[in-house]
């Protein structure tokens, strides 16, 4: 099986990052990104890309137009292509039966039929979408209705890149898993696309399974990265009780090679597009299936992560003698981790409508995430500020609440944030990123998710 030209349905957070890696390492390929989203073809082919992730540009601009095109989605684009990733996203359904738990799959369903529409000959079609268990089945199913002697072959090749961090996660991937149906077609398939990624993945970590093997690992894996999360949120609530410390904690716990030190950093919560969509995902899956105890428990971990967000944005109105209405409140941080100007599912957008409700007035920085930030408080204007530079911000603030624990937030002179405050001057560090005691020495009275509070009362 000859691969020559790549299409990517969806130039999204993972299609874009993904795709442009590949037409790099790949000179030979031909690799054509769709969206329906004109607007976001015309940011890719612009000098500002919708997405922000750390050396995307440099790789986007070493191939844009060399073997990396961006086009609006085409009857024509479909027709050439032999190998098809679909990245379109799968949000959780909002409607009907599994709302506010499944994956919603009309975007899925509707690439597969505009690919039955248009594509000729042999066409491998490959799920880069997070989706449900048997979804690669249903689409097969779709594709083979009205084949009229096509062939389609439907692997399963999740993406693990992290936001932040993407390019490097796609260029030296930890492993790269293709999953296929098992036929004799199939296997040929999910070799001819592991083919791509030997050009520069070592073969030791190009995974070939079971197509439902592929599915569920996805899910699994960030279940349980997300289930990390969670534990160590749990027992950063302990900590602030009994005044033990949850930075000690973990390096304690991490230092036993059987659990490692990765994924123990006690914050806000977890969030981004991926953790509570698939682990609610996962639950739905399970009680499909009548695993209501296994659904249960992952179940746990999201509600856990709810109870951590909701108990921070609590402390920070209790700890200001309850009541911060008519306050400003300085929010440091906004997307949901650094390095990305993505805002899906962010704790801050939970800990900002709390503080609203509070009636708080609110100056939000953020170094890429504002635009994002607007969106996700729309309605709430007066009361909210996006300033991009942090020392306005914080200007007149009472309290500043870190979220998200962007380096540039580490180099700012917090006796100068000090000094420009209101008194008492509170930090909310919720991602426990600076040295409360030197914050403490300045003035402000310090409180950490995980340690208990240094207070100047
Ligand atoms: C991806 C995966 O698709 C999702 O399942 C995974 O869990 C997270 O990562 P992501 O790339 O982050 O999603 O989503 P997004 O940035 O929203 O991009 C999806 C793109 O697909 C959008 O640009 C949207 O316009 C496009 N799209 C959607 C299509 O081109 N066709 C459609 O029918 C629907
Ligand atoms: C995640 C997975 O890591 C990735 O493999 C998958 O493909 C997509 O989902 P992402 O959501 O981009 O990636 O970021 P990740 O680094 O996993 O962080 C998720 C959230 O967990 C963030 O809000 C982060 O701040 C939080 N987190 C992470 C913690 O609170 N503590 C930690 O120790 C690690």
């Known amino acids: 099986m000859k691969v020559a030209n790549i299409l990517c349905m969806g130039a999204g957070y993972v299609g874009g990052p993904t795709m442009a890696v590949i037409a790099d390492r790949c000179p030979g390929l031909r690799v054509t990104v769709c969206d329906i989203d004109a607007g976001r073809i015309a940011q890719w082919n612009s000098d500002r890309l919708p997405v922000y992730e750390p050396g995307l540009e440099e790789v986007v601009r070493r191939t844009r ?20 990733f679909v990245s379109v996203n799968t949000p959780t359904k909002t409607y009907g039966e599994g709302a506010g738990m499944a994956a919603d799959l009309r975007y899925w369903d509707s690439s597969a039929r505009e690919i039955l529409a248009h594509a000729t000959g ?6 880069k979408s997070t989706v449900p268990v048997r979804t690669a089945e249903a689409i097969s ?29 796609l260029e030296r991937p930890d492993r790269v898993l293709i999953g296929h149906e098992g036929s004799e077609g199939s296997r040929a398939a999910a070799e001819a696309l592991a083919a791509i990624y030997r050009q520069w993945v070592p073969e030791e970590r190009i995974l070939l399974s079971g197509v439902w093997s592929s599915e569920l690992a996805k899910l699994a894996a960030n279940a349980f990265l997300a289930q990390r999360v969670s534990s160590i949120n749990a027992v950063s609530a302990i900590c602030e009780k009994t005044g033990a410390d949850i930075g000690e904690i973990s390096q304690a ?5 059987r659990i490692g030190g990765a994924f123990l950093e006690a914050g806000v919560g977890f969030g981004g597009s991926c953790f509570r969509k698939d682990i609610l995902n996962l639950a739905y899956l399970c009680g499909q299936y009548g695993l209501q105890e296994v659904a249960a428990y992952w179940k746990g971990v999201v509600e856990l992560n709810d109870y951590q967000i909701a108990r921070f944005a609590r402390l920070v109105v209790e700890s200001q003698f309850n009541t911060v209405a008519g306050k400003r409140i300085a929010i440091f941080g906004f997307t949901f981790k650094p390095g990305t100007n993505d805002t899906r599912d962010s704790p801050a957008i939970g800990v900002c409508r709390h503080l609203l409700e509070e009636r708080a007035c609110l100056a939000i920085t953020d170094p890429q995430g504002l635009a994002h930030a607007r969106e996700e408080l729309q309605g709430a204007a007066p009361e909210v500020e996006f300033e991009p530079d942090p020392y306005r911000a914080a200007q007149g603030a009472h309290a500043v609440v870190l979220l998200t624990h962007w380096p540039e937030f580490a180099g700012l002179d917090y006796r100068r944030i000090f000094a420009a405050m209101e008194k008492p001057a509170f930090f909310f560090d919720g991602r426990r990123q600076l040295d409360a005691a030197l914050l403490h020495e300045i003035g402000f009275n310090v409180y950490a998710v995980g340690s208990p509070p240094k207070t100047r009362f």
């Open 122 to 127: 042999e066409t491998v079609v490959v799920e």
């Open 65 to 84: 137009g060399r073997n990396l095109f961006f086009q609006v989605l085409s009857p024509e684009a479909i027709a050439q292509a032999d190998l098809i």
């Open 253 to 257: 716990i991490g230092m036993d090679p």
């Open 141 to 169: 199913e779709i594709l083979h209705t009205h084949a009229d002697g096509r062939r389609f072959f439907v692997l399963s090749n999740p993406e693990f890149l992290a936001e932040g961090t993407a390019v490097r996660d």
